[in-house]
């Protein structure tokens, strides 16, 4: 491991577990951070009942949620940004935002049990993605710029069709909205638990194919003649950052630009490409990157909390623009 490599990794984690503890403390309830590390030690720490129940049942499950689905975010967001060859592409890109939002919709309207919006999101993200990948296929072939036209166009279509049941909901869309921005208030260890299979099946599936998606940084054709059976390839990639991606709109909702920045961010600060470092070091990164967001989110003008979207969209926003910028320069 490169030194510049290692030393990212002790920042991250570093910044992973101040970040945390700040998170622990802050709220509602002030609990000491001494107290807290001591309680975490088993080292007593004087706490009362209701901070350890706070702690335990509240604040560490959405620690947890954020750095899951951080990571889900950041590590498909890193396999797309290969498989488009693109480093403005992000996980959304093939229509699984529009689509998950469509079932939220569909779950307001037929009024079902808040579980069921995530239920139906999910679905819904896997039919649409099974729709689009159905239809980008020419012969035994899937045409990736086909596949990309293809999801803006659904993506339209659905954004189009949420647009006006919000329109026809009128006030009572409140629900809907707090979806599209976001939340991960809601998080149990349940759902951790859940979210931890596709997480580690998904990592780890990108981990083992990280040498075939750094030949595609070589050029298809390159990588074809090296072996690589390109189409089946980036189809498979695309088809797991899908489903894995639905999974944490299902449970949190929209939250964009991570699978966006943080890829690029890692990319820029270890000038390489390579899918072997970028893979785990987007994975923790978008983990941090989330927990602070959501704990900005949450702390800032506590005890009024903002969406979790709305914060990565004021980081990710500027970002986007600069990628825009440098990409211009750069051509």
């Not at 947890?64 to 689905?69: G, S």
């Not at 970002?319 to 990628?323: D, I, K, R, S, T």
């Given at each position: 491991m490169h030194s510049s490599t290692r030393r990212i990794y002790i920042i991250l984690i570093v910044l992973l577990f101040m970040i945390s503890i700040f998170s622990l403390s802050t709220g509602s309830v002030q609990i000491p951070k001494t107290g807290i590390i001591k309680y975490f030690l088993g080292m007593g720490g004087d706490l009362s009942d209701s901070m350890k129940t706070i702690l335990i049942s509240v604040r560490l499950p959405r620690i947890?949620?954020?750095?899951?689905?951080g990571m889900l975010l950041s590590s498909s967001g890193t396999v797309v940004q290969t498989v488009f060859q693109n480093p403005l592409a992000d996980p959304y890109i093939i229509g699984i935002a529009a689509s998950a939002t469509f079932g939220a919709v569909l779950a307001f309207v037929f009024n079902l049990p808040d579980i069921m919006y995530g239920v139906l999101a999910f679905v819904t993200s896997v039919i649409v993605s099974i729709i689009i990948f159905k239809l980008s296929k020419s012969g035994?072939?899937?045409?990736?710029?086909?596949?990309?036209?293809?999801?803006?166009?659904?993506?339209?279509?659905?954004?189009?069709?949420?647009?006006?049941?919000?329109?026809?909901?009128?006030?009572?869309?409140?629900?809907?909205?707090?979806?599209?921005?976001?939340?991960?208030?809601?998080?149990?260890?349940e759902k951790i638990v859940i979210l931890l299979f596709p997480l580690i099946v998904s990592v780890f599936y990108f981990f083992a194919k990280r040498h075939e998606l750094d030949l595609l940084l070589s050029g298809d054709e390159e990588a074809h003649a090296l072996g690589v059976n390109v189409e089946k390839l980036k189809k498979r990639m695309l088809v797991v950052a899908?489903?894995?991606?639905?999974f944490s709109v299902a449970f949190t909702g929209m939250i964009g630009f991570v699978g966006l920045i943080v890829p690029h961010t890692m990319r820029l600060l270890t000038k390489s490409s390579s899918n072997t470092r970028l893979i785990p070091l987007a994975s923790i990164g978008g983990g941090v990157f989330l927990l602070f967001c959501d704990t900005i989110g949450r702390t800032i003008i506590a005890p009024v909390e903002i969406p979790i979207g709305v914060v990565t969209s004021f980081f990710g926003a500027p970002?986007?623009?600069?990628?825009a910028m440098r990409s211009k320069k750069g051509g």
């Open positions: 947890l949620m954020a750095v899951l689905i035994n072939k899937s045409d990736i710029t086909t596949l990309l036209i293809i999801g803006i166009a659904i993506s339209s279509f659905l954004g189009a069709f949420t647009s006006f049941a919000m329109y026809l909901i009128g006030e009572n869309s409140f629900k809907i909205v707090t979806w599209m921005m976001g939340y991960l208030g809601s998080a149990t260890w899908s489903l894995i991606v639905g970002f986007f623009l600069y990628l």
